[in-house]
């Protein structure tokens, strides 16, 4: 593939990421406008709307893309999709709106209700635009992934910039129906662009036993991996304030842009395994590993390093007001853990090698020690170590992810460092140095 030939797809890919971008500035004035426990409350209705969309896109609308390549199946892939789109996201929502009054106990927090009452409804604003955008992915159109988010972060955007000019001040029913519009308005958009897609049929060879087959690994992995990310702030939230949990959802935002930047590069590092371990060039497949590894390992720690010195609080006293000052020790103990987030590249080549019951293993091991240390947090009122849940899990992930590499890849110890050696040759070759 030449790069020249799909200029247009990458430059499409490259504004949809930017939008995201922009749009983690907008943020910043959304919480500097919100209190703490507003914001916390937005942030577990949030959290808990995106684990069950990522537990869905895993099972259901992969399929699209897998199986729906094939014309003569697409119809009924389409329908297949849908059905269990539809089913698994309304049905877990209306599981949550049913046992509102027994989660609110639970979570010591009455307003719990008023985010099990908004779920469903966010839910049914929201299929439409993730069901369209996989189907946009199928068809490699980056410019109509493009249109979708930016009609969805402008809407907020501008609605959010409406509120604070007139009331100053942002309360959970504003982010929340800001939210809601935001997503209708995507969703709207995506269904005109994808409209001459929607076509559906119950003939076909493909069938449901099939698609089970193929999605069931990747949604355990993804339900392992998206809880600590997504919902360890309700099991804090059983142990503390929803002001805490404001002050490290703030903290989670910031940590995000470390986020960001591994899963862009995993955008190309994961089409590189794929494609390397089908043609068997174990040396390519290596190479892509150990410097994937390796580069952000190291700029990652150099970062936090700089951080952690002091800049951190400075950045933070800088976009965020004393409200959420807090988030200055949640953030510099969380990003303790962004370096090992490197090794997560690893798994794009377990992946490429369809090793996802391996991947299964260390993501439950992984999981049950970030849910261990966050009850260890919650019982002993540790609440300056909160972040340490999550924490856990990118450690621990992390060291299993090498120790697998180490055993059957033979990635060894030094190779985390083999950035400095590369960057070394790099510039001698550059500068003709001796």
Known sequence: MRVQDHIGLISWSLADKALFILYGFVLIVIMNYTMPAEFGLYSLLIGLHTWIFTISDSFSLQSLIQFGMNEGNRRKVNLIALGSHLLLTLGISLVVFVLRYPLADLFNEPRILDVAAFLPVLSIAFIPRTYSQKIIYRIQNMFYL??????????????????????????????????????????????????????????????????????????????????????????????????????????????????????????????????????????????????????????????????????????????????????????????????????????????????????????????????????????????????????????????LAFYYGNNYLQFKFNYIFRAFNDIFFYLKKKYYLK
């Not at 002050?247 to 995993?266: P, S």
Request: positive net charge; glycine residues 6%.
């Open 146 to 399: 493009f249109l979708t988010n930016f009609v969805f972060f402008g809407v907020m955007s501008v609605m959010i910039f409406l509120k604070i000019s007139t009331v100053k001040f942002l309360s959970f029913n504003d982010l929340a129906y800001i939210y809601l519009f935001g997503s209708i308005a995507s969703s709207l958009m995506a269904l005109v662009l994808i409209r001459k897609e929607l076509r559906f049929s119950r003939t076909g060879e493909i069938g449901w036993r099939k698609v089970y087959n193929f999605s069931w690994k990747m949604t355990v992995i993804n339900l392992l991996h998206s809880f600590p990310r997504n919902i360890d702030i309700f099991i804090i939230k059983i142990f503390f304030p929803i002001e805490t949990i404001g002050l490290y959802a703030a903290a989670k935002n910031l940590f995000r842009l470390f986020e960001e930047i591994l899963n862009a590069m995993n955008g190309l590092v994961y089409p590189s395994a794929v494609k390397n371990e089908a043609a068997n060039n174990k040396q390519a497949l290596f190479d892509l590993m150990t410097k994937s590894v390796s580069f952000i390992f190291v700029g990652f720690a150099g970062l936090v390093i700089v951080l952690e010195t002091g800049v951190s609080e400075w950045l933070i006293n800088l976009v965020l007001n004393e409200r959420y000052m807090q988030s200055v020790g949640y953030f510099n103990l969380l990003i303790i853990a962004a370096p090992f987030l490197a090794l997560w590249y690893i798994f794009s080549i377990m992946m490429a090698k369809n090793k996802l019951i391996d991947i299964i293993k260390i993501s439950t091991v992984s999981f049950l020690c970030s849910l261990t240390m966050m009850l260890i947090i919650g019982v002993l009122q540790l609440d300056k170590m909160v972040p340490l849940g999550y924490g856990t899990y990118i450690i621990v992930s992390g060291i």
